[in-house]
């Protein structure tokens, strides 16, 4: 059993434990569950002995195998679903990269499910000094409850990408917790698209002074769907930064999305440097967007710490502008949409998964494939 008690904090958790029992089954009132519908995770909250184990396609730097739950990465679940999710996991996907390795091409990890309802567990390790772009694809048919413990050596360059784009019909729960070492440096780009219900948790701790992280998000969604990004920032380190982006688009008769950002930077993490901001675009009447911005300081001998958070409709302006030029309203909606996107985007790293988001973006949206294959023209 692995039990640790953190700091005594309203934002972070109180509790980290591989043990099932050491967390109650949320009932919904809690302050981590209070906008998710409780009912639709309630079959992650305790532990399937028939459930499926995700899987990968293995190459020269991904591995799949049995999981050593004494070797399952430097993170300790905090919550009783994800303790559910390690128990029940029985394959790990690890993607390492050794020590002072440069990765020119990205590094894809495919995920696939066995079962109905599955657990998944990935191992992302990069080595001192290494430099790489992890791209992991959640096409799933199957609902998963798992974690992407990723950890970036010191001195170290990583930059990943969560494309979660499963079947319409599948729940999705995920914790991503990273550790970014000493001087490293970690970019992190939740996209998602696909899912019935989806609540993804990706936190951030630093493993020495120097460390920098951006945390970028995409999210589009419609139909009744149920989208929720709760982010924890913990700075621990002196002298480290992180940038928090996270942009979202929904319409459609309840549909809700939900982002969480907490930023803590504890008593010894002077000089930190940290900036957060959600933006969410309503398309229509139907949609709900919830959006809680938190801020909280042990220390004020800082760089500069922010956040801010809008959500709101349509610019009519940028839509006049563009019908004036006889461009027809279905599509002046679909270019603001997708323009309200790329700013985020354009910063994942790689050109080629920047133009495969925007084009599944641009297909959701239902948009010509030649205006989108023009307007990736132009932008190159």
């Keep these: 059993m692995t039990t640790t008690q953190a700091p005594p904090t309203d934002l972070a958790p109180v509790v980290a434990s591989t043990e099932v029992d050491d967390f109650a089954i949320p009932h919904g009132r809690e302050e981590e569950w209070r906008f998710s519908p409780t009912k639709d995770f309630a079959r992650f909250f305790t532990l399937d002995p028939a459930a499926g184990s995700v899987g990968a396609e293995t190459s020269e730097f991904v591995t799949v195998g049995e999981i050593d739950h004494d070797d399952a990465g430097h993170w300790t679940p905090v919550d009783r679903a994800a303790a559910v999710a390690l128990a029940g996991a029985r394959r790990v996907i690890r993607v390492q990269v050794?020590?002072?390795?440069?990765?020119?091409?990205?590094i894809v990890v495919p995920l696939a499910g066995d079962s109905a309802q599955n657990y998944a567990h990935v191992d992302v390790r990069i080595g001192r000094h290494a430099r790489a772009t992890v791209v992991v694809v959640h096409d799933l048919d199957t609902d998963v409850s798992g974690?992407?413990?990723t950890d970036v050596g010191d001195g170290a360059d990583l930059t990943m990408l969560s494309?979660?784009?499963?079947?319409?019909?599948?729940?999705?729960?995920w914790h991503w917790p990273v550790r970014v070492g000493r001087d490293a440096t970690f970019t992190g780009s939740t996209v998602t698209i696909g899912g019935r219900i989806v609540r993804m948790l990706p936190s951030v701790t630093y493993g020495g002074p120097g460390g920098s992280a951006t945390l970028l998000g995409a999210f589009l969604a419609d139909g009744g769907q149920f989208i929720e990004h709760r982010i924890l920032?913990?700075?621990?380190?002196?002298?480290?930064?992180?940038?928090?982006?996270?942009?979202?688009?929904?319409?459609?008769?309840?549909?809700?999305?939900?982002?969480?950002?907490?930023v803590v930077v504890r008593r010894d993490a002077v000089g930190t440097d940290t900036y957060e901001m959600n933006r969410n675009l309503l398309l229509d009447d139907g949609a709900r967007a919830d959006s809680v911005p938190n801020l909280e300081l042990e220390t004020g001998d800082i760089a500069s710490a922010g956040h801010a958070s809008a959500t709101g409709r349509f610019d009519d302006q940028q839509l006049f502008y563009l019908q004036a030029r006889g461009i027809p309203e279905k599509v002046a909606r679909q270019l603001v949409?997708?323009?309200?996107?790329?700013?985020?985007?354009?910063?994942?790293?790689?050109?080629?998964?920047?133009?495969?988001?925007?084009?599944?973006?641009?297909?959701?949206?239902?948009?010509?494939p030649e205006l989108e294959s023009t307007l990736e023209e132009e932008e190159r």
């Design 233 to 262: 920032v913990e700075h621990v380190a002196p002298h480290c930064s992180s940038s928090v982006i996270y942009k979202g688009a929904l319409e459609g008769e309840g549909t809700h999305t939900v982002w969480v950002g907490d």
């Design 147 to 149: 974690a992407l413990v």
């Design 98 to 106: 050794p020590a002072d390795t440069v990765v020119e091409d990205p």
């Design 337 to 368: 949409v997708r323009g309200f996107f790329v700013d985020v985007l354009s910063r994942l790293g790689s050109p080629v998964w920047r133009d495969t988001v925007l084009a599944r973006i641009a297909q959701r949206l239902g948009m010509d």
């Design 163 to 173: 494309l979660m784009d499963g079947a319409a019909t599948s729940t999705q729960l």
